[in-house]
């Protein structure tokens, strides 16, 4: 049975900080791209950052110099660091891993950055 459970979401304070990760299960996690994808209620979701099997990353321009994805191929587990948040990051993120063949999400995790 294939699980992604996203946990680290919470209420922050502008500028602060907050780790969110992704405990996979289910699945051969070592060969699946992960990405960290966020979405506001009615907007489209949006892709955050990327991680390849090798560890070559990349970031969604509104997250650069602020956010980082990485991943422990040992636990299954990816993670994001965010830093320095704005209002606007304000969002439901999401974990979700992707191979030729599969497309496998999270539940969610509500991130709410305000005063």
């Known amino acids: 049975q294939v699980q992604l459970v996203e946990s680290g979401g919470g209420l922050v304070q502008p500028g602060g900080s907050l780790s969110l990760s992704c405990a996979a299960s289910?699945?051969?996690?070592?060969?699946?791209?992960m990405n960290w994808y966020r979405q506001t209620p009615g907007k489209q979701r949006e892709r955050v950052a990327t991680?390849?099997?090798?560890?070559?990353?990349t970031y969604a321009d509104f997250v650069k110099g602020r956010f980082t994805i990485s991943r422990d191929n040992v636990k299954n587990t990816v993670y994001l660091q965010m830093n320095s948040l704005e209002p606007e990051d304000t969002a439901v993120y999401y974990c979700?891993?992707?191979?030729?063949?599969?497309?496998?999400w999270g539940q969610g995790t509500q991130v709410t950055v305000s005063s």
């Open positions: 991680i390849t099997q090798t560890g070559s990353t």
């Open positions: 979700n891993g992707k191979s030729v063949r599969n497309d496998y």
């Open positions: 289910g699945f051969t996690f070592s060969i699946y791209v």
